[in-house]
């Protein structure tokens, strides 16, 4: 699979504005709902300077135009708000809707809304889901294959423009979490701090992963552990009891 352009159109944004600039944030939340509806909620922090300039030259994507004209279908745009944050900062938050998860996954496969990479839901053999989100495929760079961007991205690193940047990925569900790369893991919802310069790096790869589990299998698994522990201490007993007499 090729990136979507309007994935490395971000990173492309991210990339020159975190050399010439000293606040760069972006945090994405996206929430499943028990009944399958969900919701996404990104927040980009940005200097007034570097947002002025792209509004003019027409390079900024997050806009109400362009993401109400890329909505996919089954989804709709709740809010949007660009605002300043004192006098050199901005901030943008985008909140979306959407009616099932094939809205999302025509997101991730079409790049609509800015959403950012290929999104993959899938269940083991035991009935457990695999949610797998993949950012960034090893040997892919700013432009989406190698050559000239390399040398950008090692020049941002040498000078440790990127050392301090991060893309904030949070996914919350009605399921519970088995097991994750996240970088925090709490009871349904999974935290990923992925650094900018991991994004950026030719050699490297972002994967997000997370094994999750309906809560009422969770539960009967707990009950089954629980009754087959009970029942041996209680044969336990009763054969000393036995030995007793």
Known sequence: MILQKRFWTWVT??????????????DETLVLNKDGTGSMKQ?????TRFHDSLMKT????????AIEKSMPPGSKLLDFSD???GDQHRVITVDMFFENLASVFEMAQSGRANFIGDLKWEKDYLGRIKYRRVLKKKGETI???????????????????????????????????VKSNASKVEINKVVWNVP?????????EVILTALLEKRSNVILIGSIYGAVILGVFAL???????RKY
């Open 83 to 85: 605002v300043p944050l």
């Open 58 to 65: 027409g390079r900024l994507p997050m806009t109400r135009p």
């Open 196 to 204: 900018l310069r991991d994004l950026l790096d030719p050699e490297k």
């Open 43 to 47: 927040v980009l922090r940005l200097e």
């Open 143 to 177: 432009l989406g294959s190698g050559g000239s961007s390399d040398g950008i991205v090692k020049y941002g690193m040498d000078k440790g423009f990127l050392a301090n940047y991060t893309m904030n990925f949070s996914f919350e569900s009605p399921y519970g979490v």
């Open 236 to 242: 336990i007993f009763l054969l000393i009891r036995k």
């Open 13 to 26: 944004i991210l990339l020159f504005f975190s050399f010439f600039s000293s606040c760069l944030e972006y």
